[in-house]
T-cell receptor, first 110, second 114 residues
Framework: QKEVEQNSGPLSVPEGAIASLNCTYS??????FFWYRQYSGKSPELIMS????GDKEDGRFTAQLNKASQYVSLLIRDSQPSDSATYLC??????????FGTGTRLTIIP | GAVVSQHPSWVICKSGTSVKIECRSL??????MFWYRQFPKQSLMLMAT?????????EQGVEKDKFLINHASLTLSTLTVTSAHPEDSSFYIC??????????FGPGTRLTVL
């Protein structure tokens, strides 16, 4: 069974600091990796996608992928209170279906 | 990103009634649409995969006769919860998938069954 693991948190980070979110996955043939942000009562919003090993940067967000270690992470620089949300890691393997982690609840402390 | 809409955004119904939820891709053609359910403080659980013009593929444990899915066009999929019961109360979210490999989520429909 394909699994995606995340630390459920809550993770508390001071405003302006770097928030680091981690995710591991079990299916070695996974090809596509996504980070979604979900505010309470809302649906998930795509933050980043990453497909190859290394780093991918978009504004204050950096996704890191290490397929050998089956590990993907999301770094949020200069954290803002508006970044407080649940972050979902999602993995796609072969077909179109996504497998989601349970999410990490992030709180940015002003 | 692409836009996916859902209607209604929330619905309250009596036990035993049926509820239809619409999912539309507004600015792209979704070859595939997915239906998820999310209970409080839990992650998204995939219910079914819907392809235009064909029968939906349901995940294990999801009753296909209770959750009827119709994908009549490349921009519209519907989920009908038949004979709803209080345990069906949840946040139902659809997503559209297009050729760029990314899923775009609708805003969700909160169903409360009394």
């Amino acid at each position: 069974q394909k699994e995606v693991e995340q630390n459920s948190g809550p993770l508390s980070v001071p405003e302006g600091a770097i928030a680091s979110l981690n995710c591991t996955y079990s299916d070695r043939v996974s090809q596509s990796f996504f980070w979604y942000r979900q505010y309470s009562g809302k649906s998930p919003e795509l933050i980043m996608s990453i497909y190859s090993n290394g780093d991918k940067e978009d504004g204050r967000f950096t996704a890191q992928l290490n397929k050998a270690s089956q590990y993907v992470s999301l770094l949020i620089r200069d954290s803002q209170p508006s970044d407080s949300a649940t972050y979902l890691c999602a993995v796609r393997s072969g077909n179109e279906k996504l497998t989601f982690g349970t999410g990490t609840r992030l709180t940015i402390i002003p | 990103g692409a836009v996916v809409s859902q209607h209604p955004s929330w619905v309250i119904c009596k036990s035993g009634t049926s509820v239809k939820i619409e999912c539309r891709s507004l600015d792209f053609q979704a070859t595939t649409m997915f239906w998820y359910r999310q209970f409080p403080k839990q992650s998204l659980m995939l219910m079914a995969t819907s392809n235009e013009g064909s029968k939906a593929t349901y995940e294990q444990g999801v009753e296909k006769d209770k959750f009827l899915i119709n994908h009549a066009s490349l921009t519209l999929s519907t989920l009908t919860v038949t004979s709803a019961h209080p345990e069906d109360s949840s946040f139902y979210i659809c997503s559209g998938h297009r050729s760029t490999d990314t899923q775009y989520f609708g805003p969700g429909t909160r169903l409360t069954v009394l």
